[in-house]
């Protein structure tokens, strides 16, 4: 009796922990879509909603930016001067806590001569109340042998 009850009361739960882990991810991959769609059509009111107010953004060139203004500013000056298409690719989401994640992306700029930039993006995003927003990002360029 007491296996049964645990195999009842048990295999629920775990089975909707995946489920919802799994919803969590495409809430996530959606954001970072979000991400990629508001640096490309320079969208500041999309931004502002899916970055924290202290987001930090280290870019692939040393650069900090700090809290929302400076970044915000910052990505739209780098969209200007690097063009070209951008876009990530979810390769990996680690989740840290049930509000806080950890999401590697492959990061591509494809300029309009069709050469390609290929870096590596990782995102924090912390959960409010229903919603994933960005709270850090950090830009790097691979090494020569990765």
């Known amino acids: ?3 049964s009850f645990l195999i009842l009361v048990i295999f ?3 089975v909707f922990s ?8 495409e809430k ?16 500041s009111i999309l931004l502002r909603k899916i970055l924290t107010e202290d987001i930090d953004q280290l870019v692939s060139n040393g650069q900090w930016r700090s ?14 001067s ?5 876009s990530l690719e979810v390769e990996k989401i680690k989740f840290l806590s049930e509000n806080v994640a950890l999401v590697d992306c492959r990061y591509i700029i494809t300029s309009p001569n069709g050469s390609k930039r290929e870096m590596w993006s990782s995102f924090s995003v912390v959960k409010t109340g229903e919603n994933w927003r960005i709270s850090a990002i950090r830009n790097m360029n691979p090494s020569a042998g990765n």
Not at 82 to 86: A, E, F, I, L, V
């Open 12 to 14: 629920p739960i775990a």
């Open 28 to 43: 996530i991959k959606t954001l970072i879509m979000q991400y990629s769609e508001a640096r490309e059509t320079q969208d």
């Open 1 to 3: 009796m007491k296996l």
């Open 82 to 86: 690097n063009p070209g298409t951008r």
């Open 67 to 80: 809290g929302i203004a400076e970044a915000t500013a910052g990505m739209q000056t780098s969209t200007r």
């Open 18 to 25: 995946q489920s919802e882990k799994l919803q969590e991810k």
